[in-house]
C-alpha cells in the first residue's frame, strides 16, 4: 500500500471527526442511561435505551458530518447496525481473551481494545457503511 492509498483510505480530518462523534455518543447513550437510573428502571431497560439512543446518534452524524452522503439511508443503516454490533462483540471477546487468558491489566486490555475498535469502527464504516 502507498502513502497515498493510506491517506485516502486512512483520512486523519474524517477520523477526528468520527472519534469526536463517538465521543459525544457516548455522552448522550450515558446520559439516557442516567435517567434510566434516577427512573428506577432496570438496568436491561436502562441500558438497551442508552445504546439504542447512542446508535442512532452515532449513524446520523457520521452519516451527516463525517462522511457526508445522501441516500440509501436504510440499506446503510443496516449495515451500520450489523458492523457495529459485530465489532462490538469481536471488541469484547477480545477483552475477555487479553484479561482472562493472557491476564493482561484490565485498564490496559480495555484500553488497547477501544483504540483498536475505533480504527476498525472508522475503516470499515468509511468503505463498508458510508460508501457508495
Known amino acids: ?3 497515498t492509498q493510506f491517506q485516502k483510505l486512512f ?8 472519534s469526536s462523534v463517538g465521543i459525544l455518543n457516548t455522552i448522550v447513550g450515558v446520559s439516557f442511561m442516567a435517567l434510566g437510573v434516577y427512573l428506577e428502571w432496570s438496568y436491561v431497560a436502562y441500558t438497551l435505551l442508552g445504546y ?4 442512532c ?4 452524524l457520521n452519516f451527516k458530518v463525517t462522511f457526508k452522503v ?8 443496516i449495515r451500520f447496525l450489523c458492523f457495529n454490533l459485530l465489532n462490538l462483540a469481536c471488541a469484547q471477546a477480545l477483552q475477555i481473551l487479553l484479561i482472562e487468558k493472557y491476564e493482561i491489566q484490565e485498564y490496559v486490555a ?12 472508522f475503516i470499515v464504516n468509511k468503505k ?5
Do not use: E
Not at 439504542?52 to 446508535?55: D, V
Not at 446518534?57 to 446520523?60: E, G, K, L
Not at 445522501?70 to 443503516?77: E, L, S, V
Open 70 to 77: 445522501q441516500g440509501k439511508t436504510k440499506k446503510r443503516a
Open 1 to 3: 500500500m502507498t502513502l
Open 128 to 132: 463498508f457503511v458510508y460508501n457508495d
Open 11 to 18: 483520512n486523519f480530518r474524517q477520523f477526528i471527526l468520527y
Open 52 to 55: 439504542s439512543i447512542a446508535f
Open 110 to 121: 480495555v484500553a488497547a481494545t477501544m483504540v483498536l475498535y475505533t480504527i476498525v469502527g
Open 57 to 60: 446518534v452515532s449513524f446520523t
